[in-house]
């Protein structure tokens, strides 16, 4: 039987989970990502809802806040479909002023041809302060193309450009700078090292691109175009019997 005590309608849970109210934001903002139908069934809380605007440091509808935020998107969107472009104008002018740099190496008969040709091409396609041809210790080269593999800072720059198909450096090392006059190195701030390579991949020489701008060779930059120059400039080299 009953103790006839009435029941205790004040009792609370024994258990210590708490008590949850409501939702929290990240349901909310779940739940209308999985509902992107939500406010076309409830039209009237777009006008209702009200969105702080940082700029203006009043209240925006909800609709007003997603054009401001759409503007915003398409602004960045257009700045970087310019720059995109703009790179991909650059390139084509870098890829015809090469070709034509390539086509002078591919059309050259001899050495002195290739010394004299080609740097003069290079320097003036591409406006650089100095570009340099040098070869390492051979009979055939004439001396002042001719570096010795002797020479500190010569054994320096080779060790340097093993396994490399182009070094580029802002501002030159010393032992690059050591390549260039002195005159011409103190106006260098930075420059492109193109291993010139024999048909076995024997390294016999380098071009030496030196530009006055610093932004005109950097470390982070595509040097595929260049490495395809250096590629010609060593089939030159065995097709004329360097290498």
Known sequence: MGSGRPPDMTSRPTTD?????????????DFLRTHPDFFERH?????????PHSTRGGAVSLLERQLAALRDQLGAERGRLKSLMNAARENSRLQQRLQRCF???????DLDDLLSTLPEALQTEFGLESVLIRFLDSAVVPVDSLVTSTDETVQTLIQRLQGKRCLVEAPPSLEIAHQLSPGRASRVASCAVLPVRSADEALIGWVILAARDPQRY??????????????????????????
Do not use: N, Y
Not at 17 to 29: K, L, T, W
Not at 227 to 235: C, F, I, N, T
């Open 103 to 109: 086509e002078i190496t591919a059309r050259v008969d």
């Open 43 to 51: 039209l009237a809380l777009l006008t209702e809802l009200v969105v």
């Open 17 to 29: 989970e708490p008590v949850r109210v409501g939702v929290d934001e990240g349901e909310v903002a």
């Open 218 to 243: 950097r470390p982070d930059m595509d040097t595929v175009l260049l490495e395809g120059l250096a590629g010609l400039v060593g089939a030159a080299c065995s097709r004329m019997g360097l290498a």
